[in-house]
């Protein structure tokens, strides 16, 4: 009995620190860094750390769906509700949303065979770049473009920042995709001013005022 539970695998997903990218310009967006520690032996790495945005989660659940016939999928928070929020109040119950999503999806067996999932948790490679490794058009296999990127140090990160926030009001810094995040502020310290979220190229990732609908996907 004690060697079984020396071999449960526990898997602990994480999605933190939203940050806005291209503040100010009318392609900014919000992105999130997914933390992932696991001693499972369905994952290539143990410890990764990668940034994603709202429309790759939505490409991620297509997917999902596509590949794995009658399972249901888990849900993604909703985009064309109407809000009336505060940009704070929208964009952390959207990590909430994002985080109960992969959450319930690393618990599933099915879902978790799924290559495309670990190349959107374990590595950093845009979109049209996992499909290509997915479908044998990428000079990488999914192992060794995971462990490319673990082997990277970009794959490694501590889960929180020790270091205390801030001082409210000093704004937002970007950080790079799949880097540890550099000590400053995340965007919910402080409000922002609604002209600082542009249009975007894709709607699903817009932030809107609190008195429009967010525009749907």
Same mark, same amino acid.
């Given at each position: ?40 032996? *369905? ?8 940034? @994603? =945005? ?5 490409? &991620?659940? !297509?997917?999902? /769906? ?17 809000? *009336? ?8 119950? @959207? =990590? ?5 999503? &992969?959450? !319930?999806?690393? /618990? ?28 044998? =058009? ?8 995971i462990l490319r990127y ?68």
């Amino acid at each position: 009995m004690l060697e079984n539970q020396e071999q449960e695998e526990l898997t602990t997903v994480r999605v933190q620190d939203p940050r806005i990218q291209n503040e100010g310009s009318w392609n900014s967006y919000v992105d999130y860094k997914i933390f992932l520690h696991t001693n499972s032996k *369905a994952f290539t790495a143990k410890t990764s750390c990668v940034r @994603r =945005r709202y429309r790759e989660f939505v490409w &991620l659940r !297509k997917q999902l /769906q596509k590949n794995a016939g009658l399972v249901p999928v888990p849900e993604l928070p909703g985009k064309s509700t109407l809000f *009336a929020g505060s940009t704070d109040e929208f964009i952390e119950k @959207r =990590r909430q949303g994002l985080q109960q999503f &992969l959450e !319930k999806v690393v /618990q599933n067996v099915v879902l978790l065979s799924d290559s495309q999932l670990h190349l959107f948790l374990q590595s950093q490679l845009p979109v049209p770049e996992i499909e290509a490794c997915v479908q044998g =058009r990428s000079p990488l296999t999914v192992t060794e473009a995971i462990l490319r990127y673990a082997m990277s140090n970009c794959g490694w990160v501590q889960e929180e920042d020790p270091r205390p926030a801030l001082m409210a009001g000093a704004g937002l810094s970007g950080s790079g995709a799949g880097l540890a995040s550099p000590p400053g502020r995340s965007s919910l310290d402080a409000p922002l001013p609604w002209s600082d979220f542009g249009l975007e190229d894709d709607p699903s990732d817009r932030l809107a005022s609190p008195t429009e609908p967010l525009a749907a996907e």
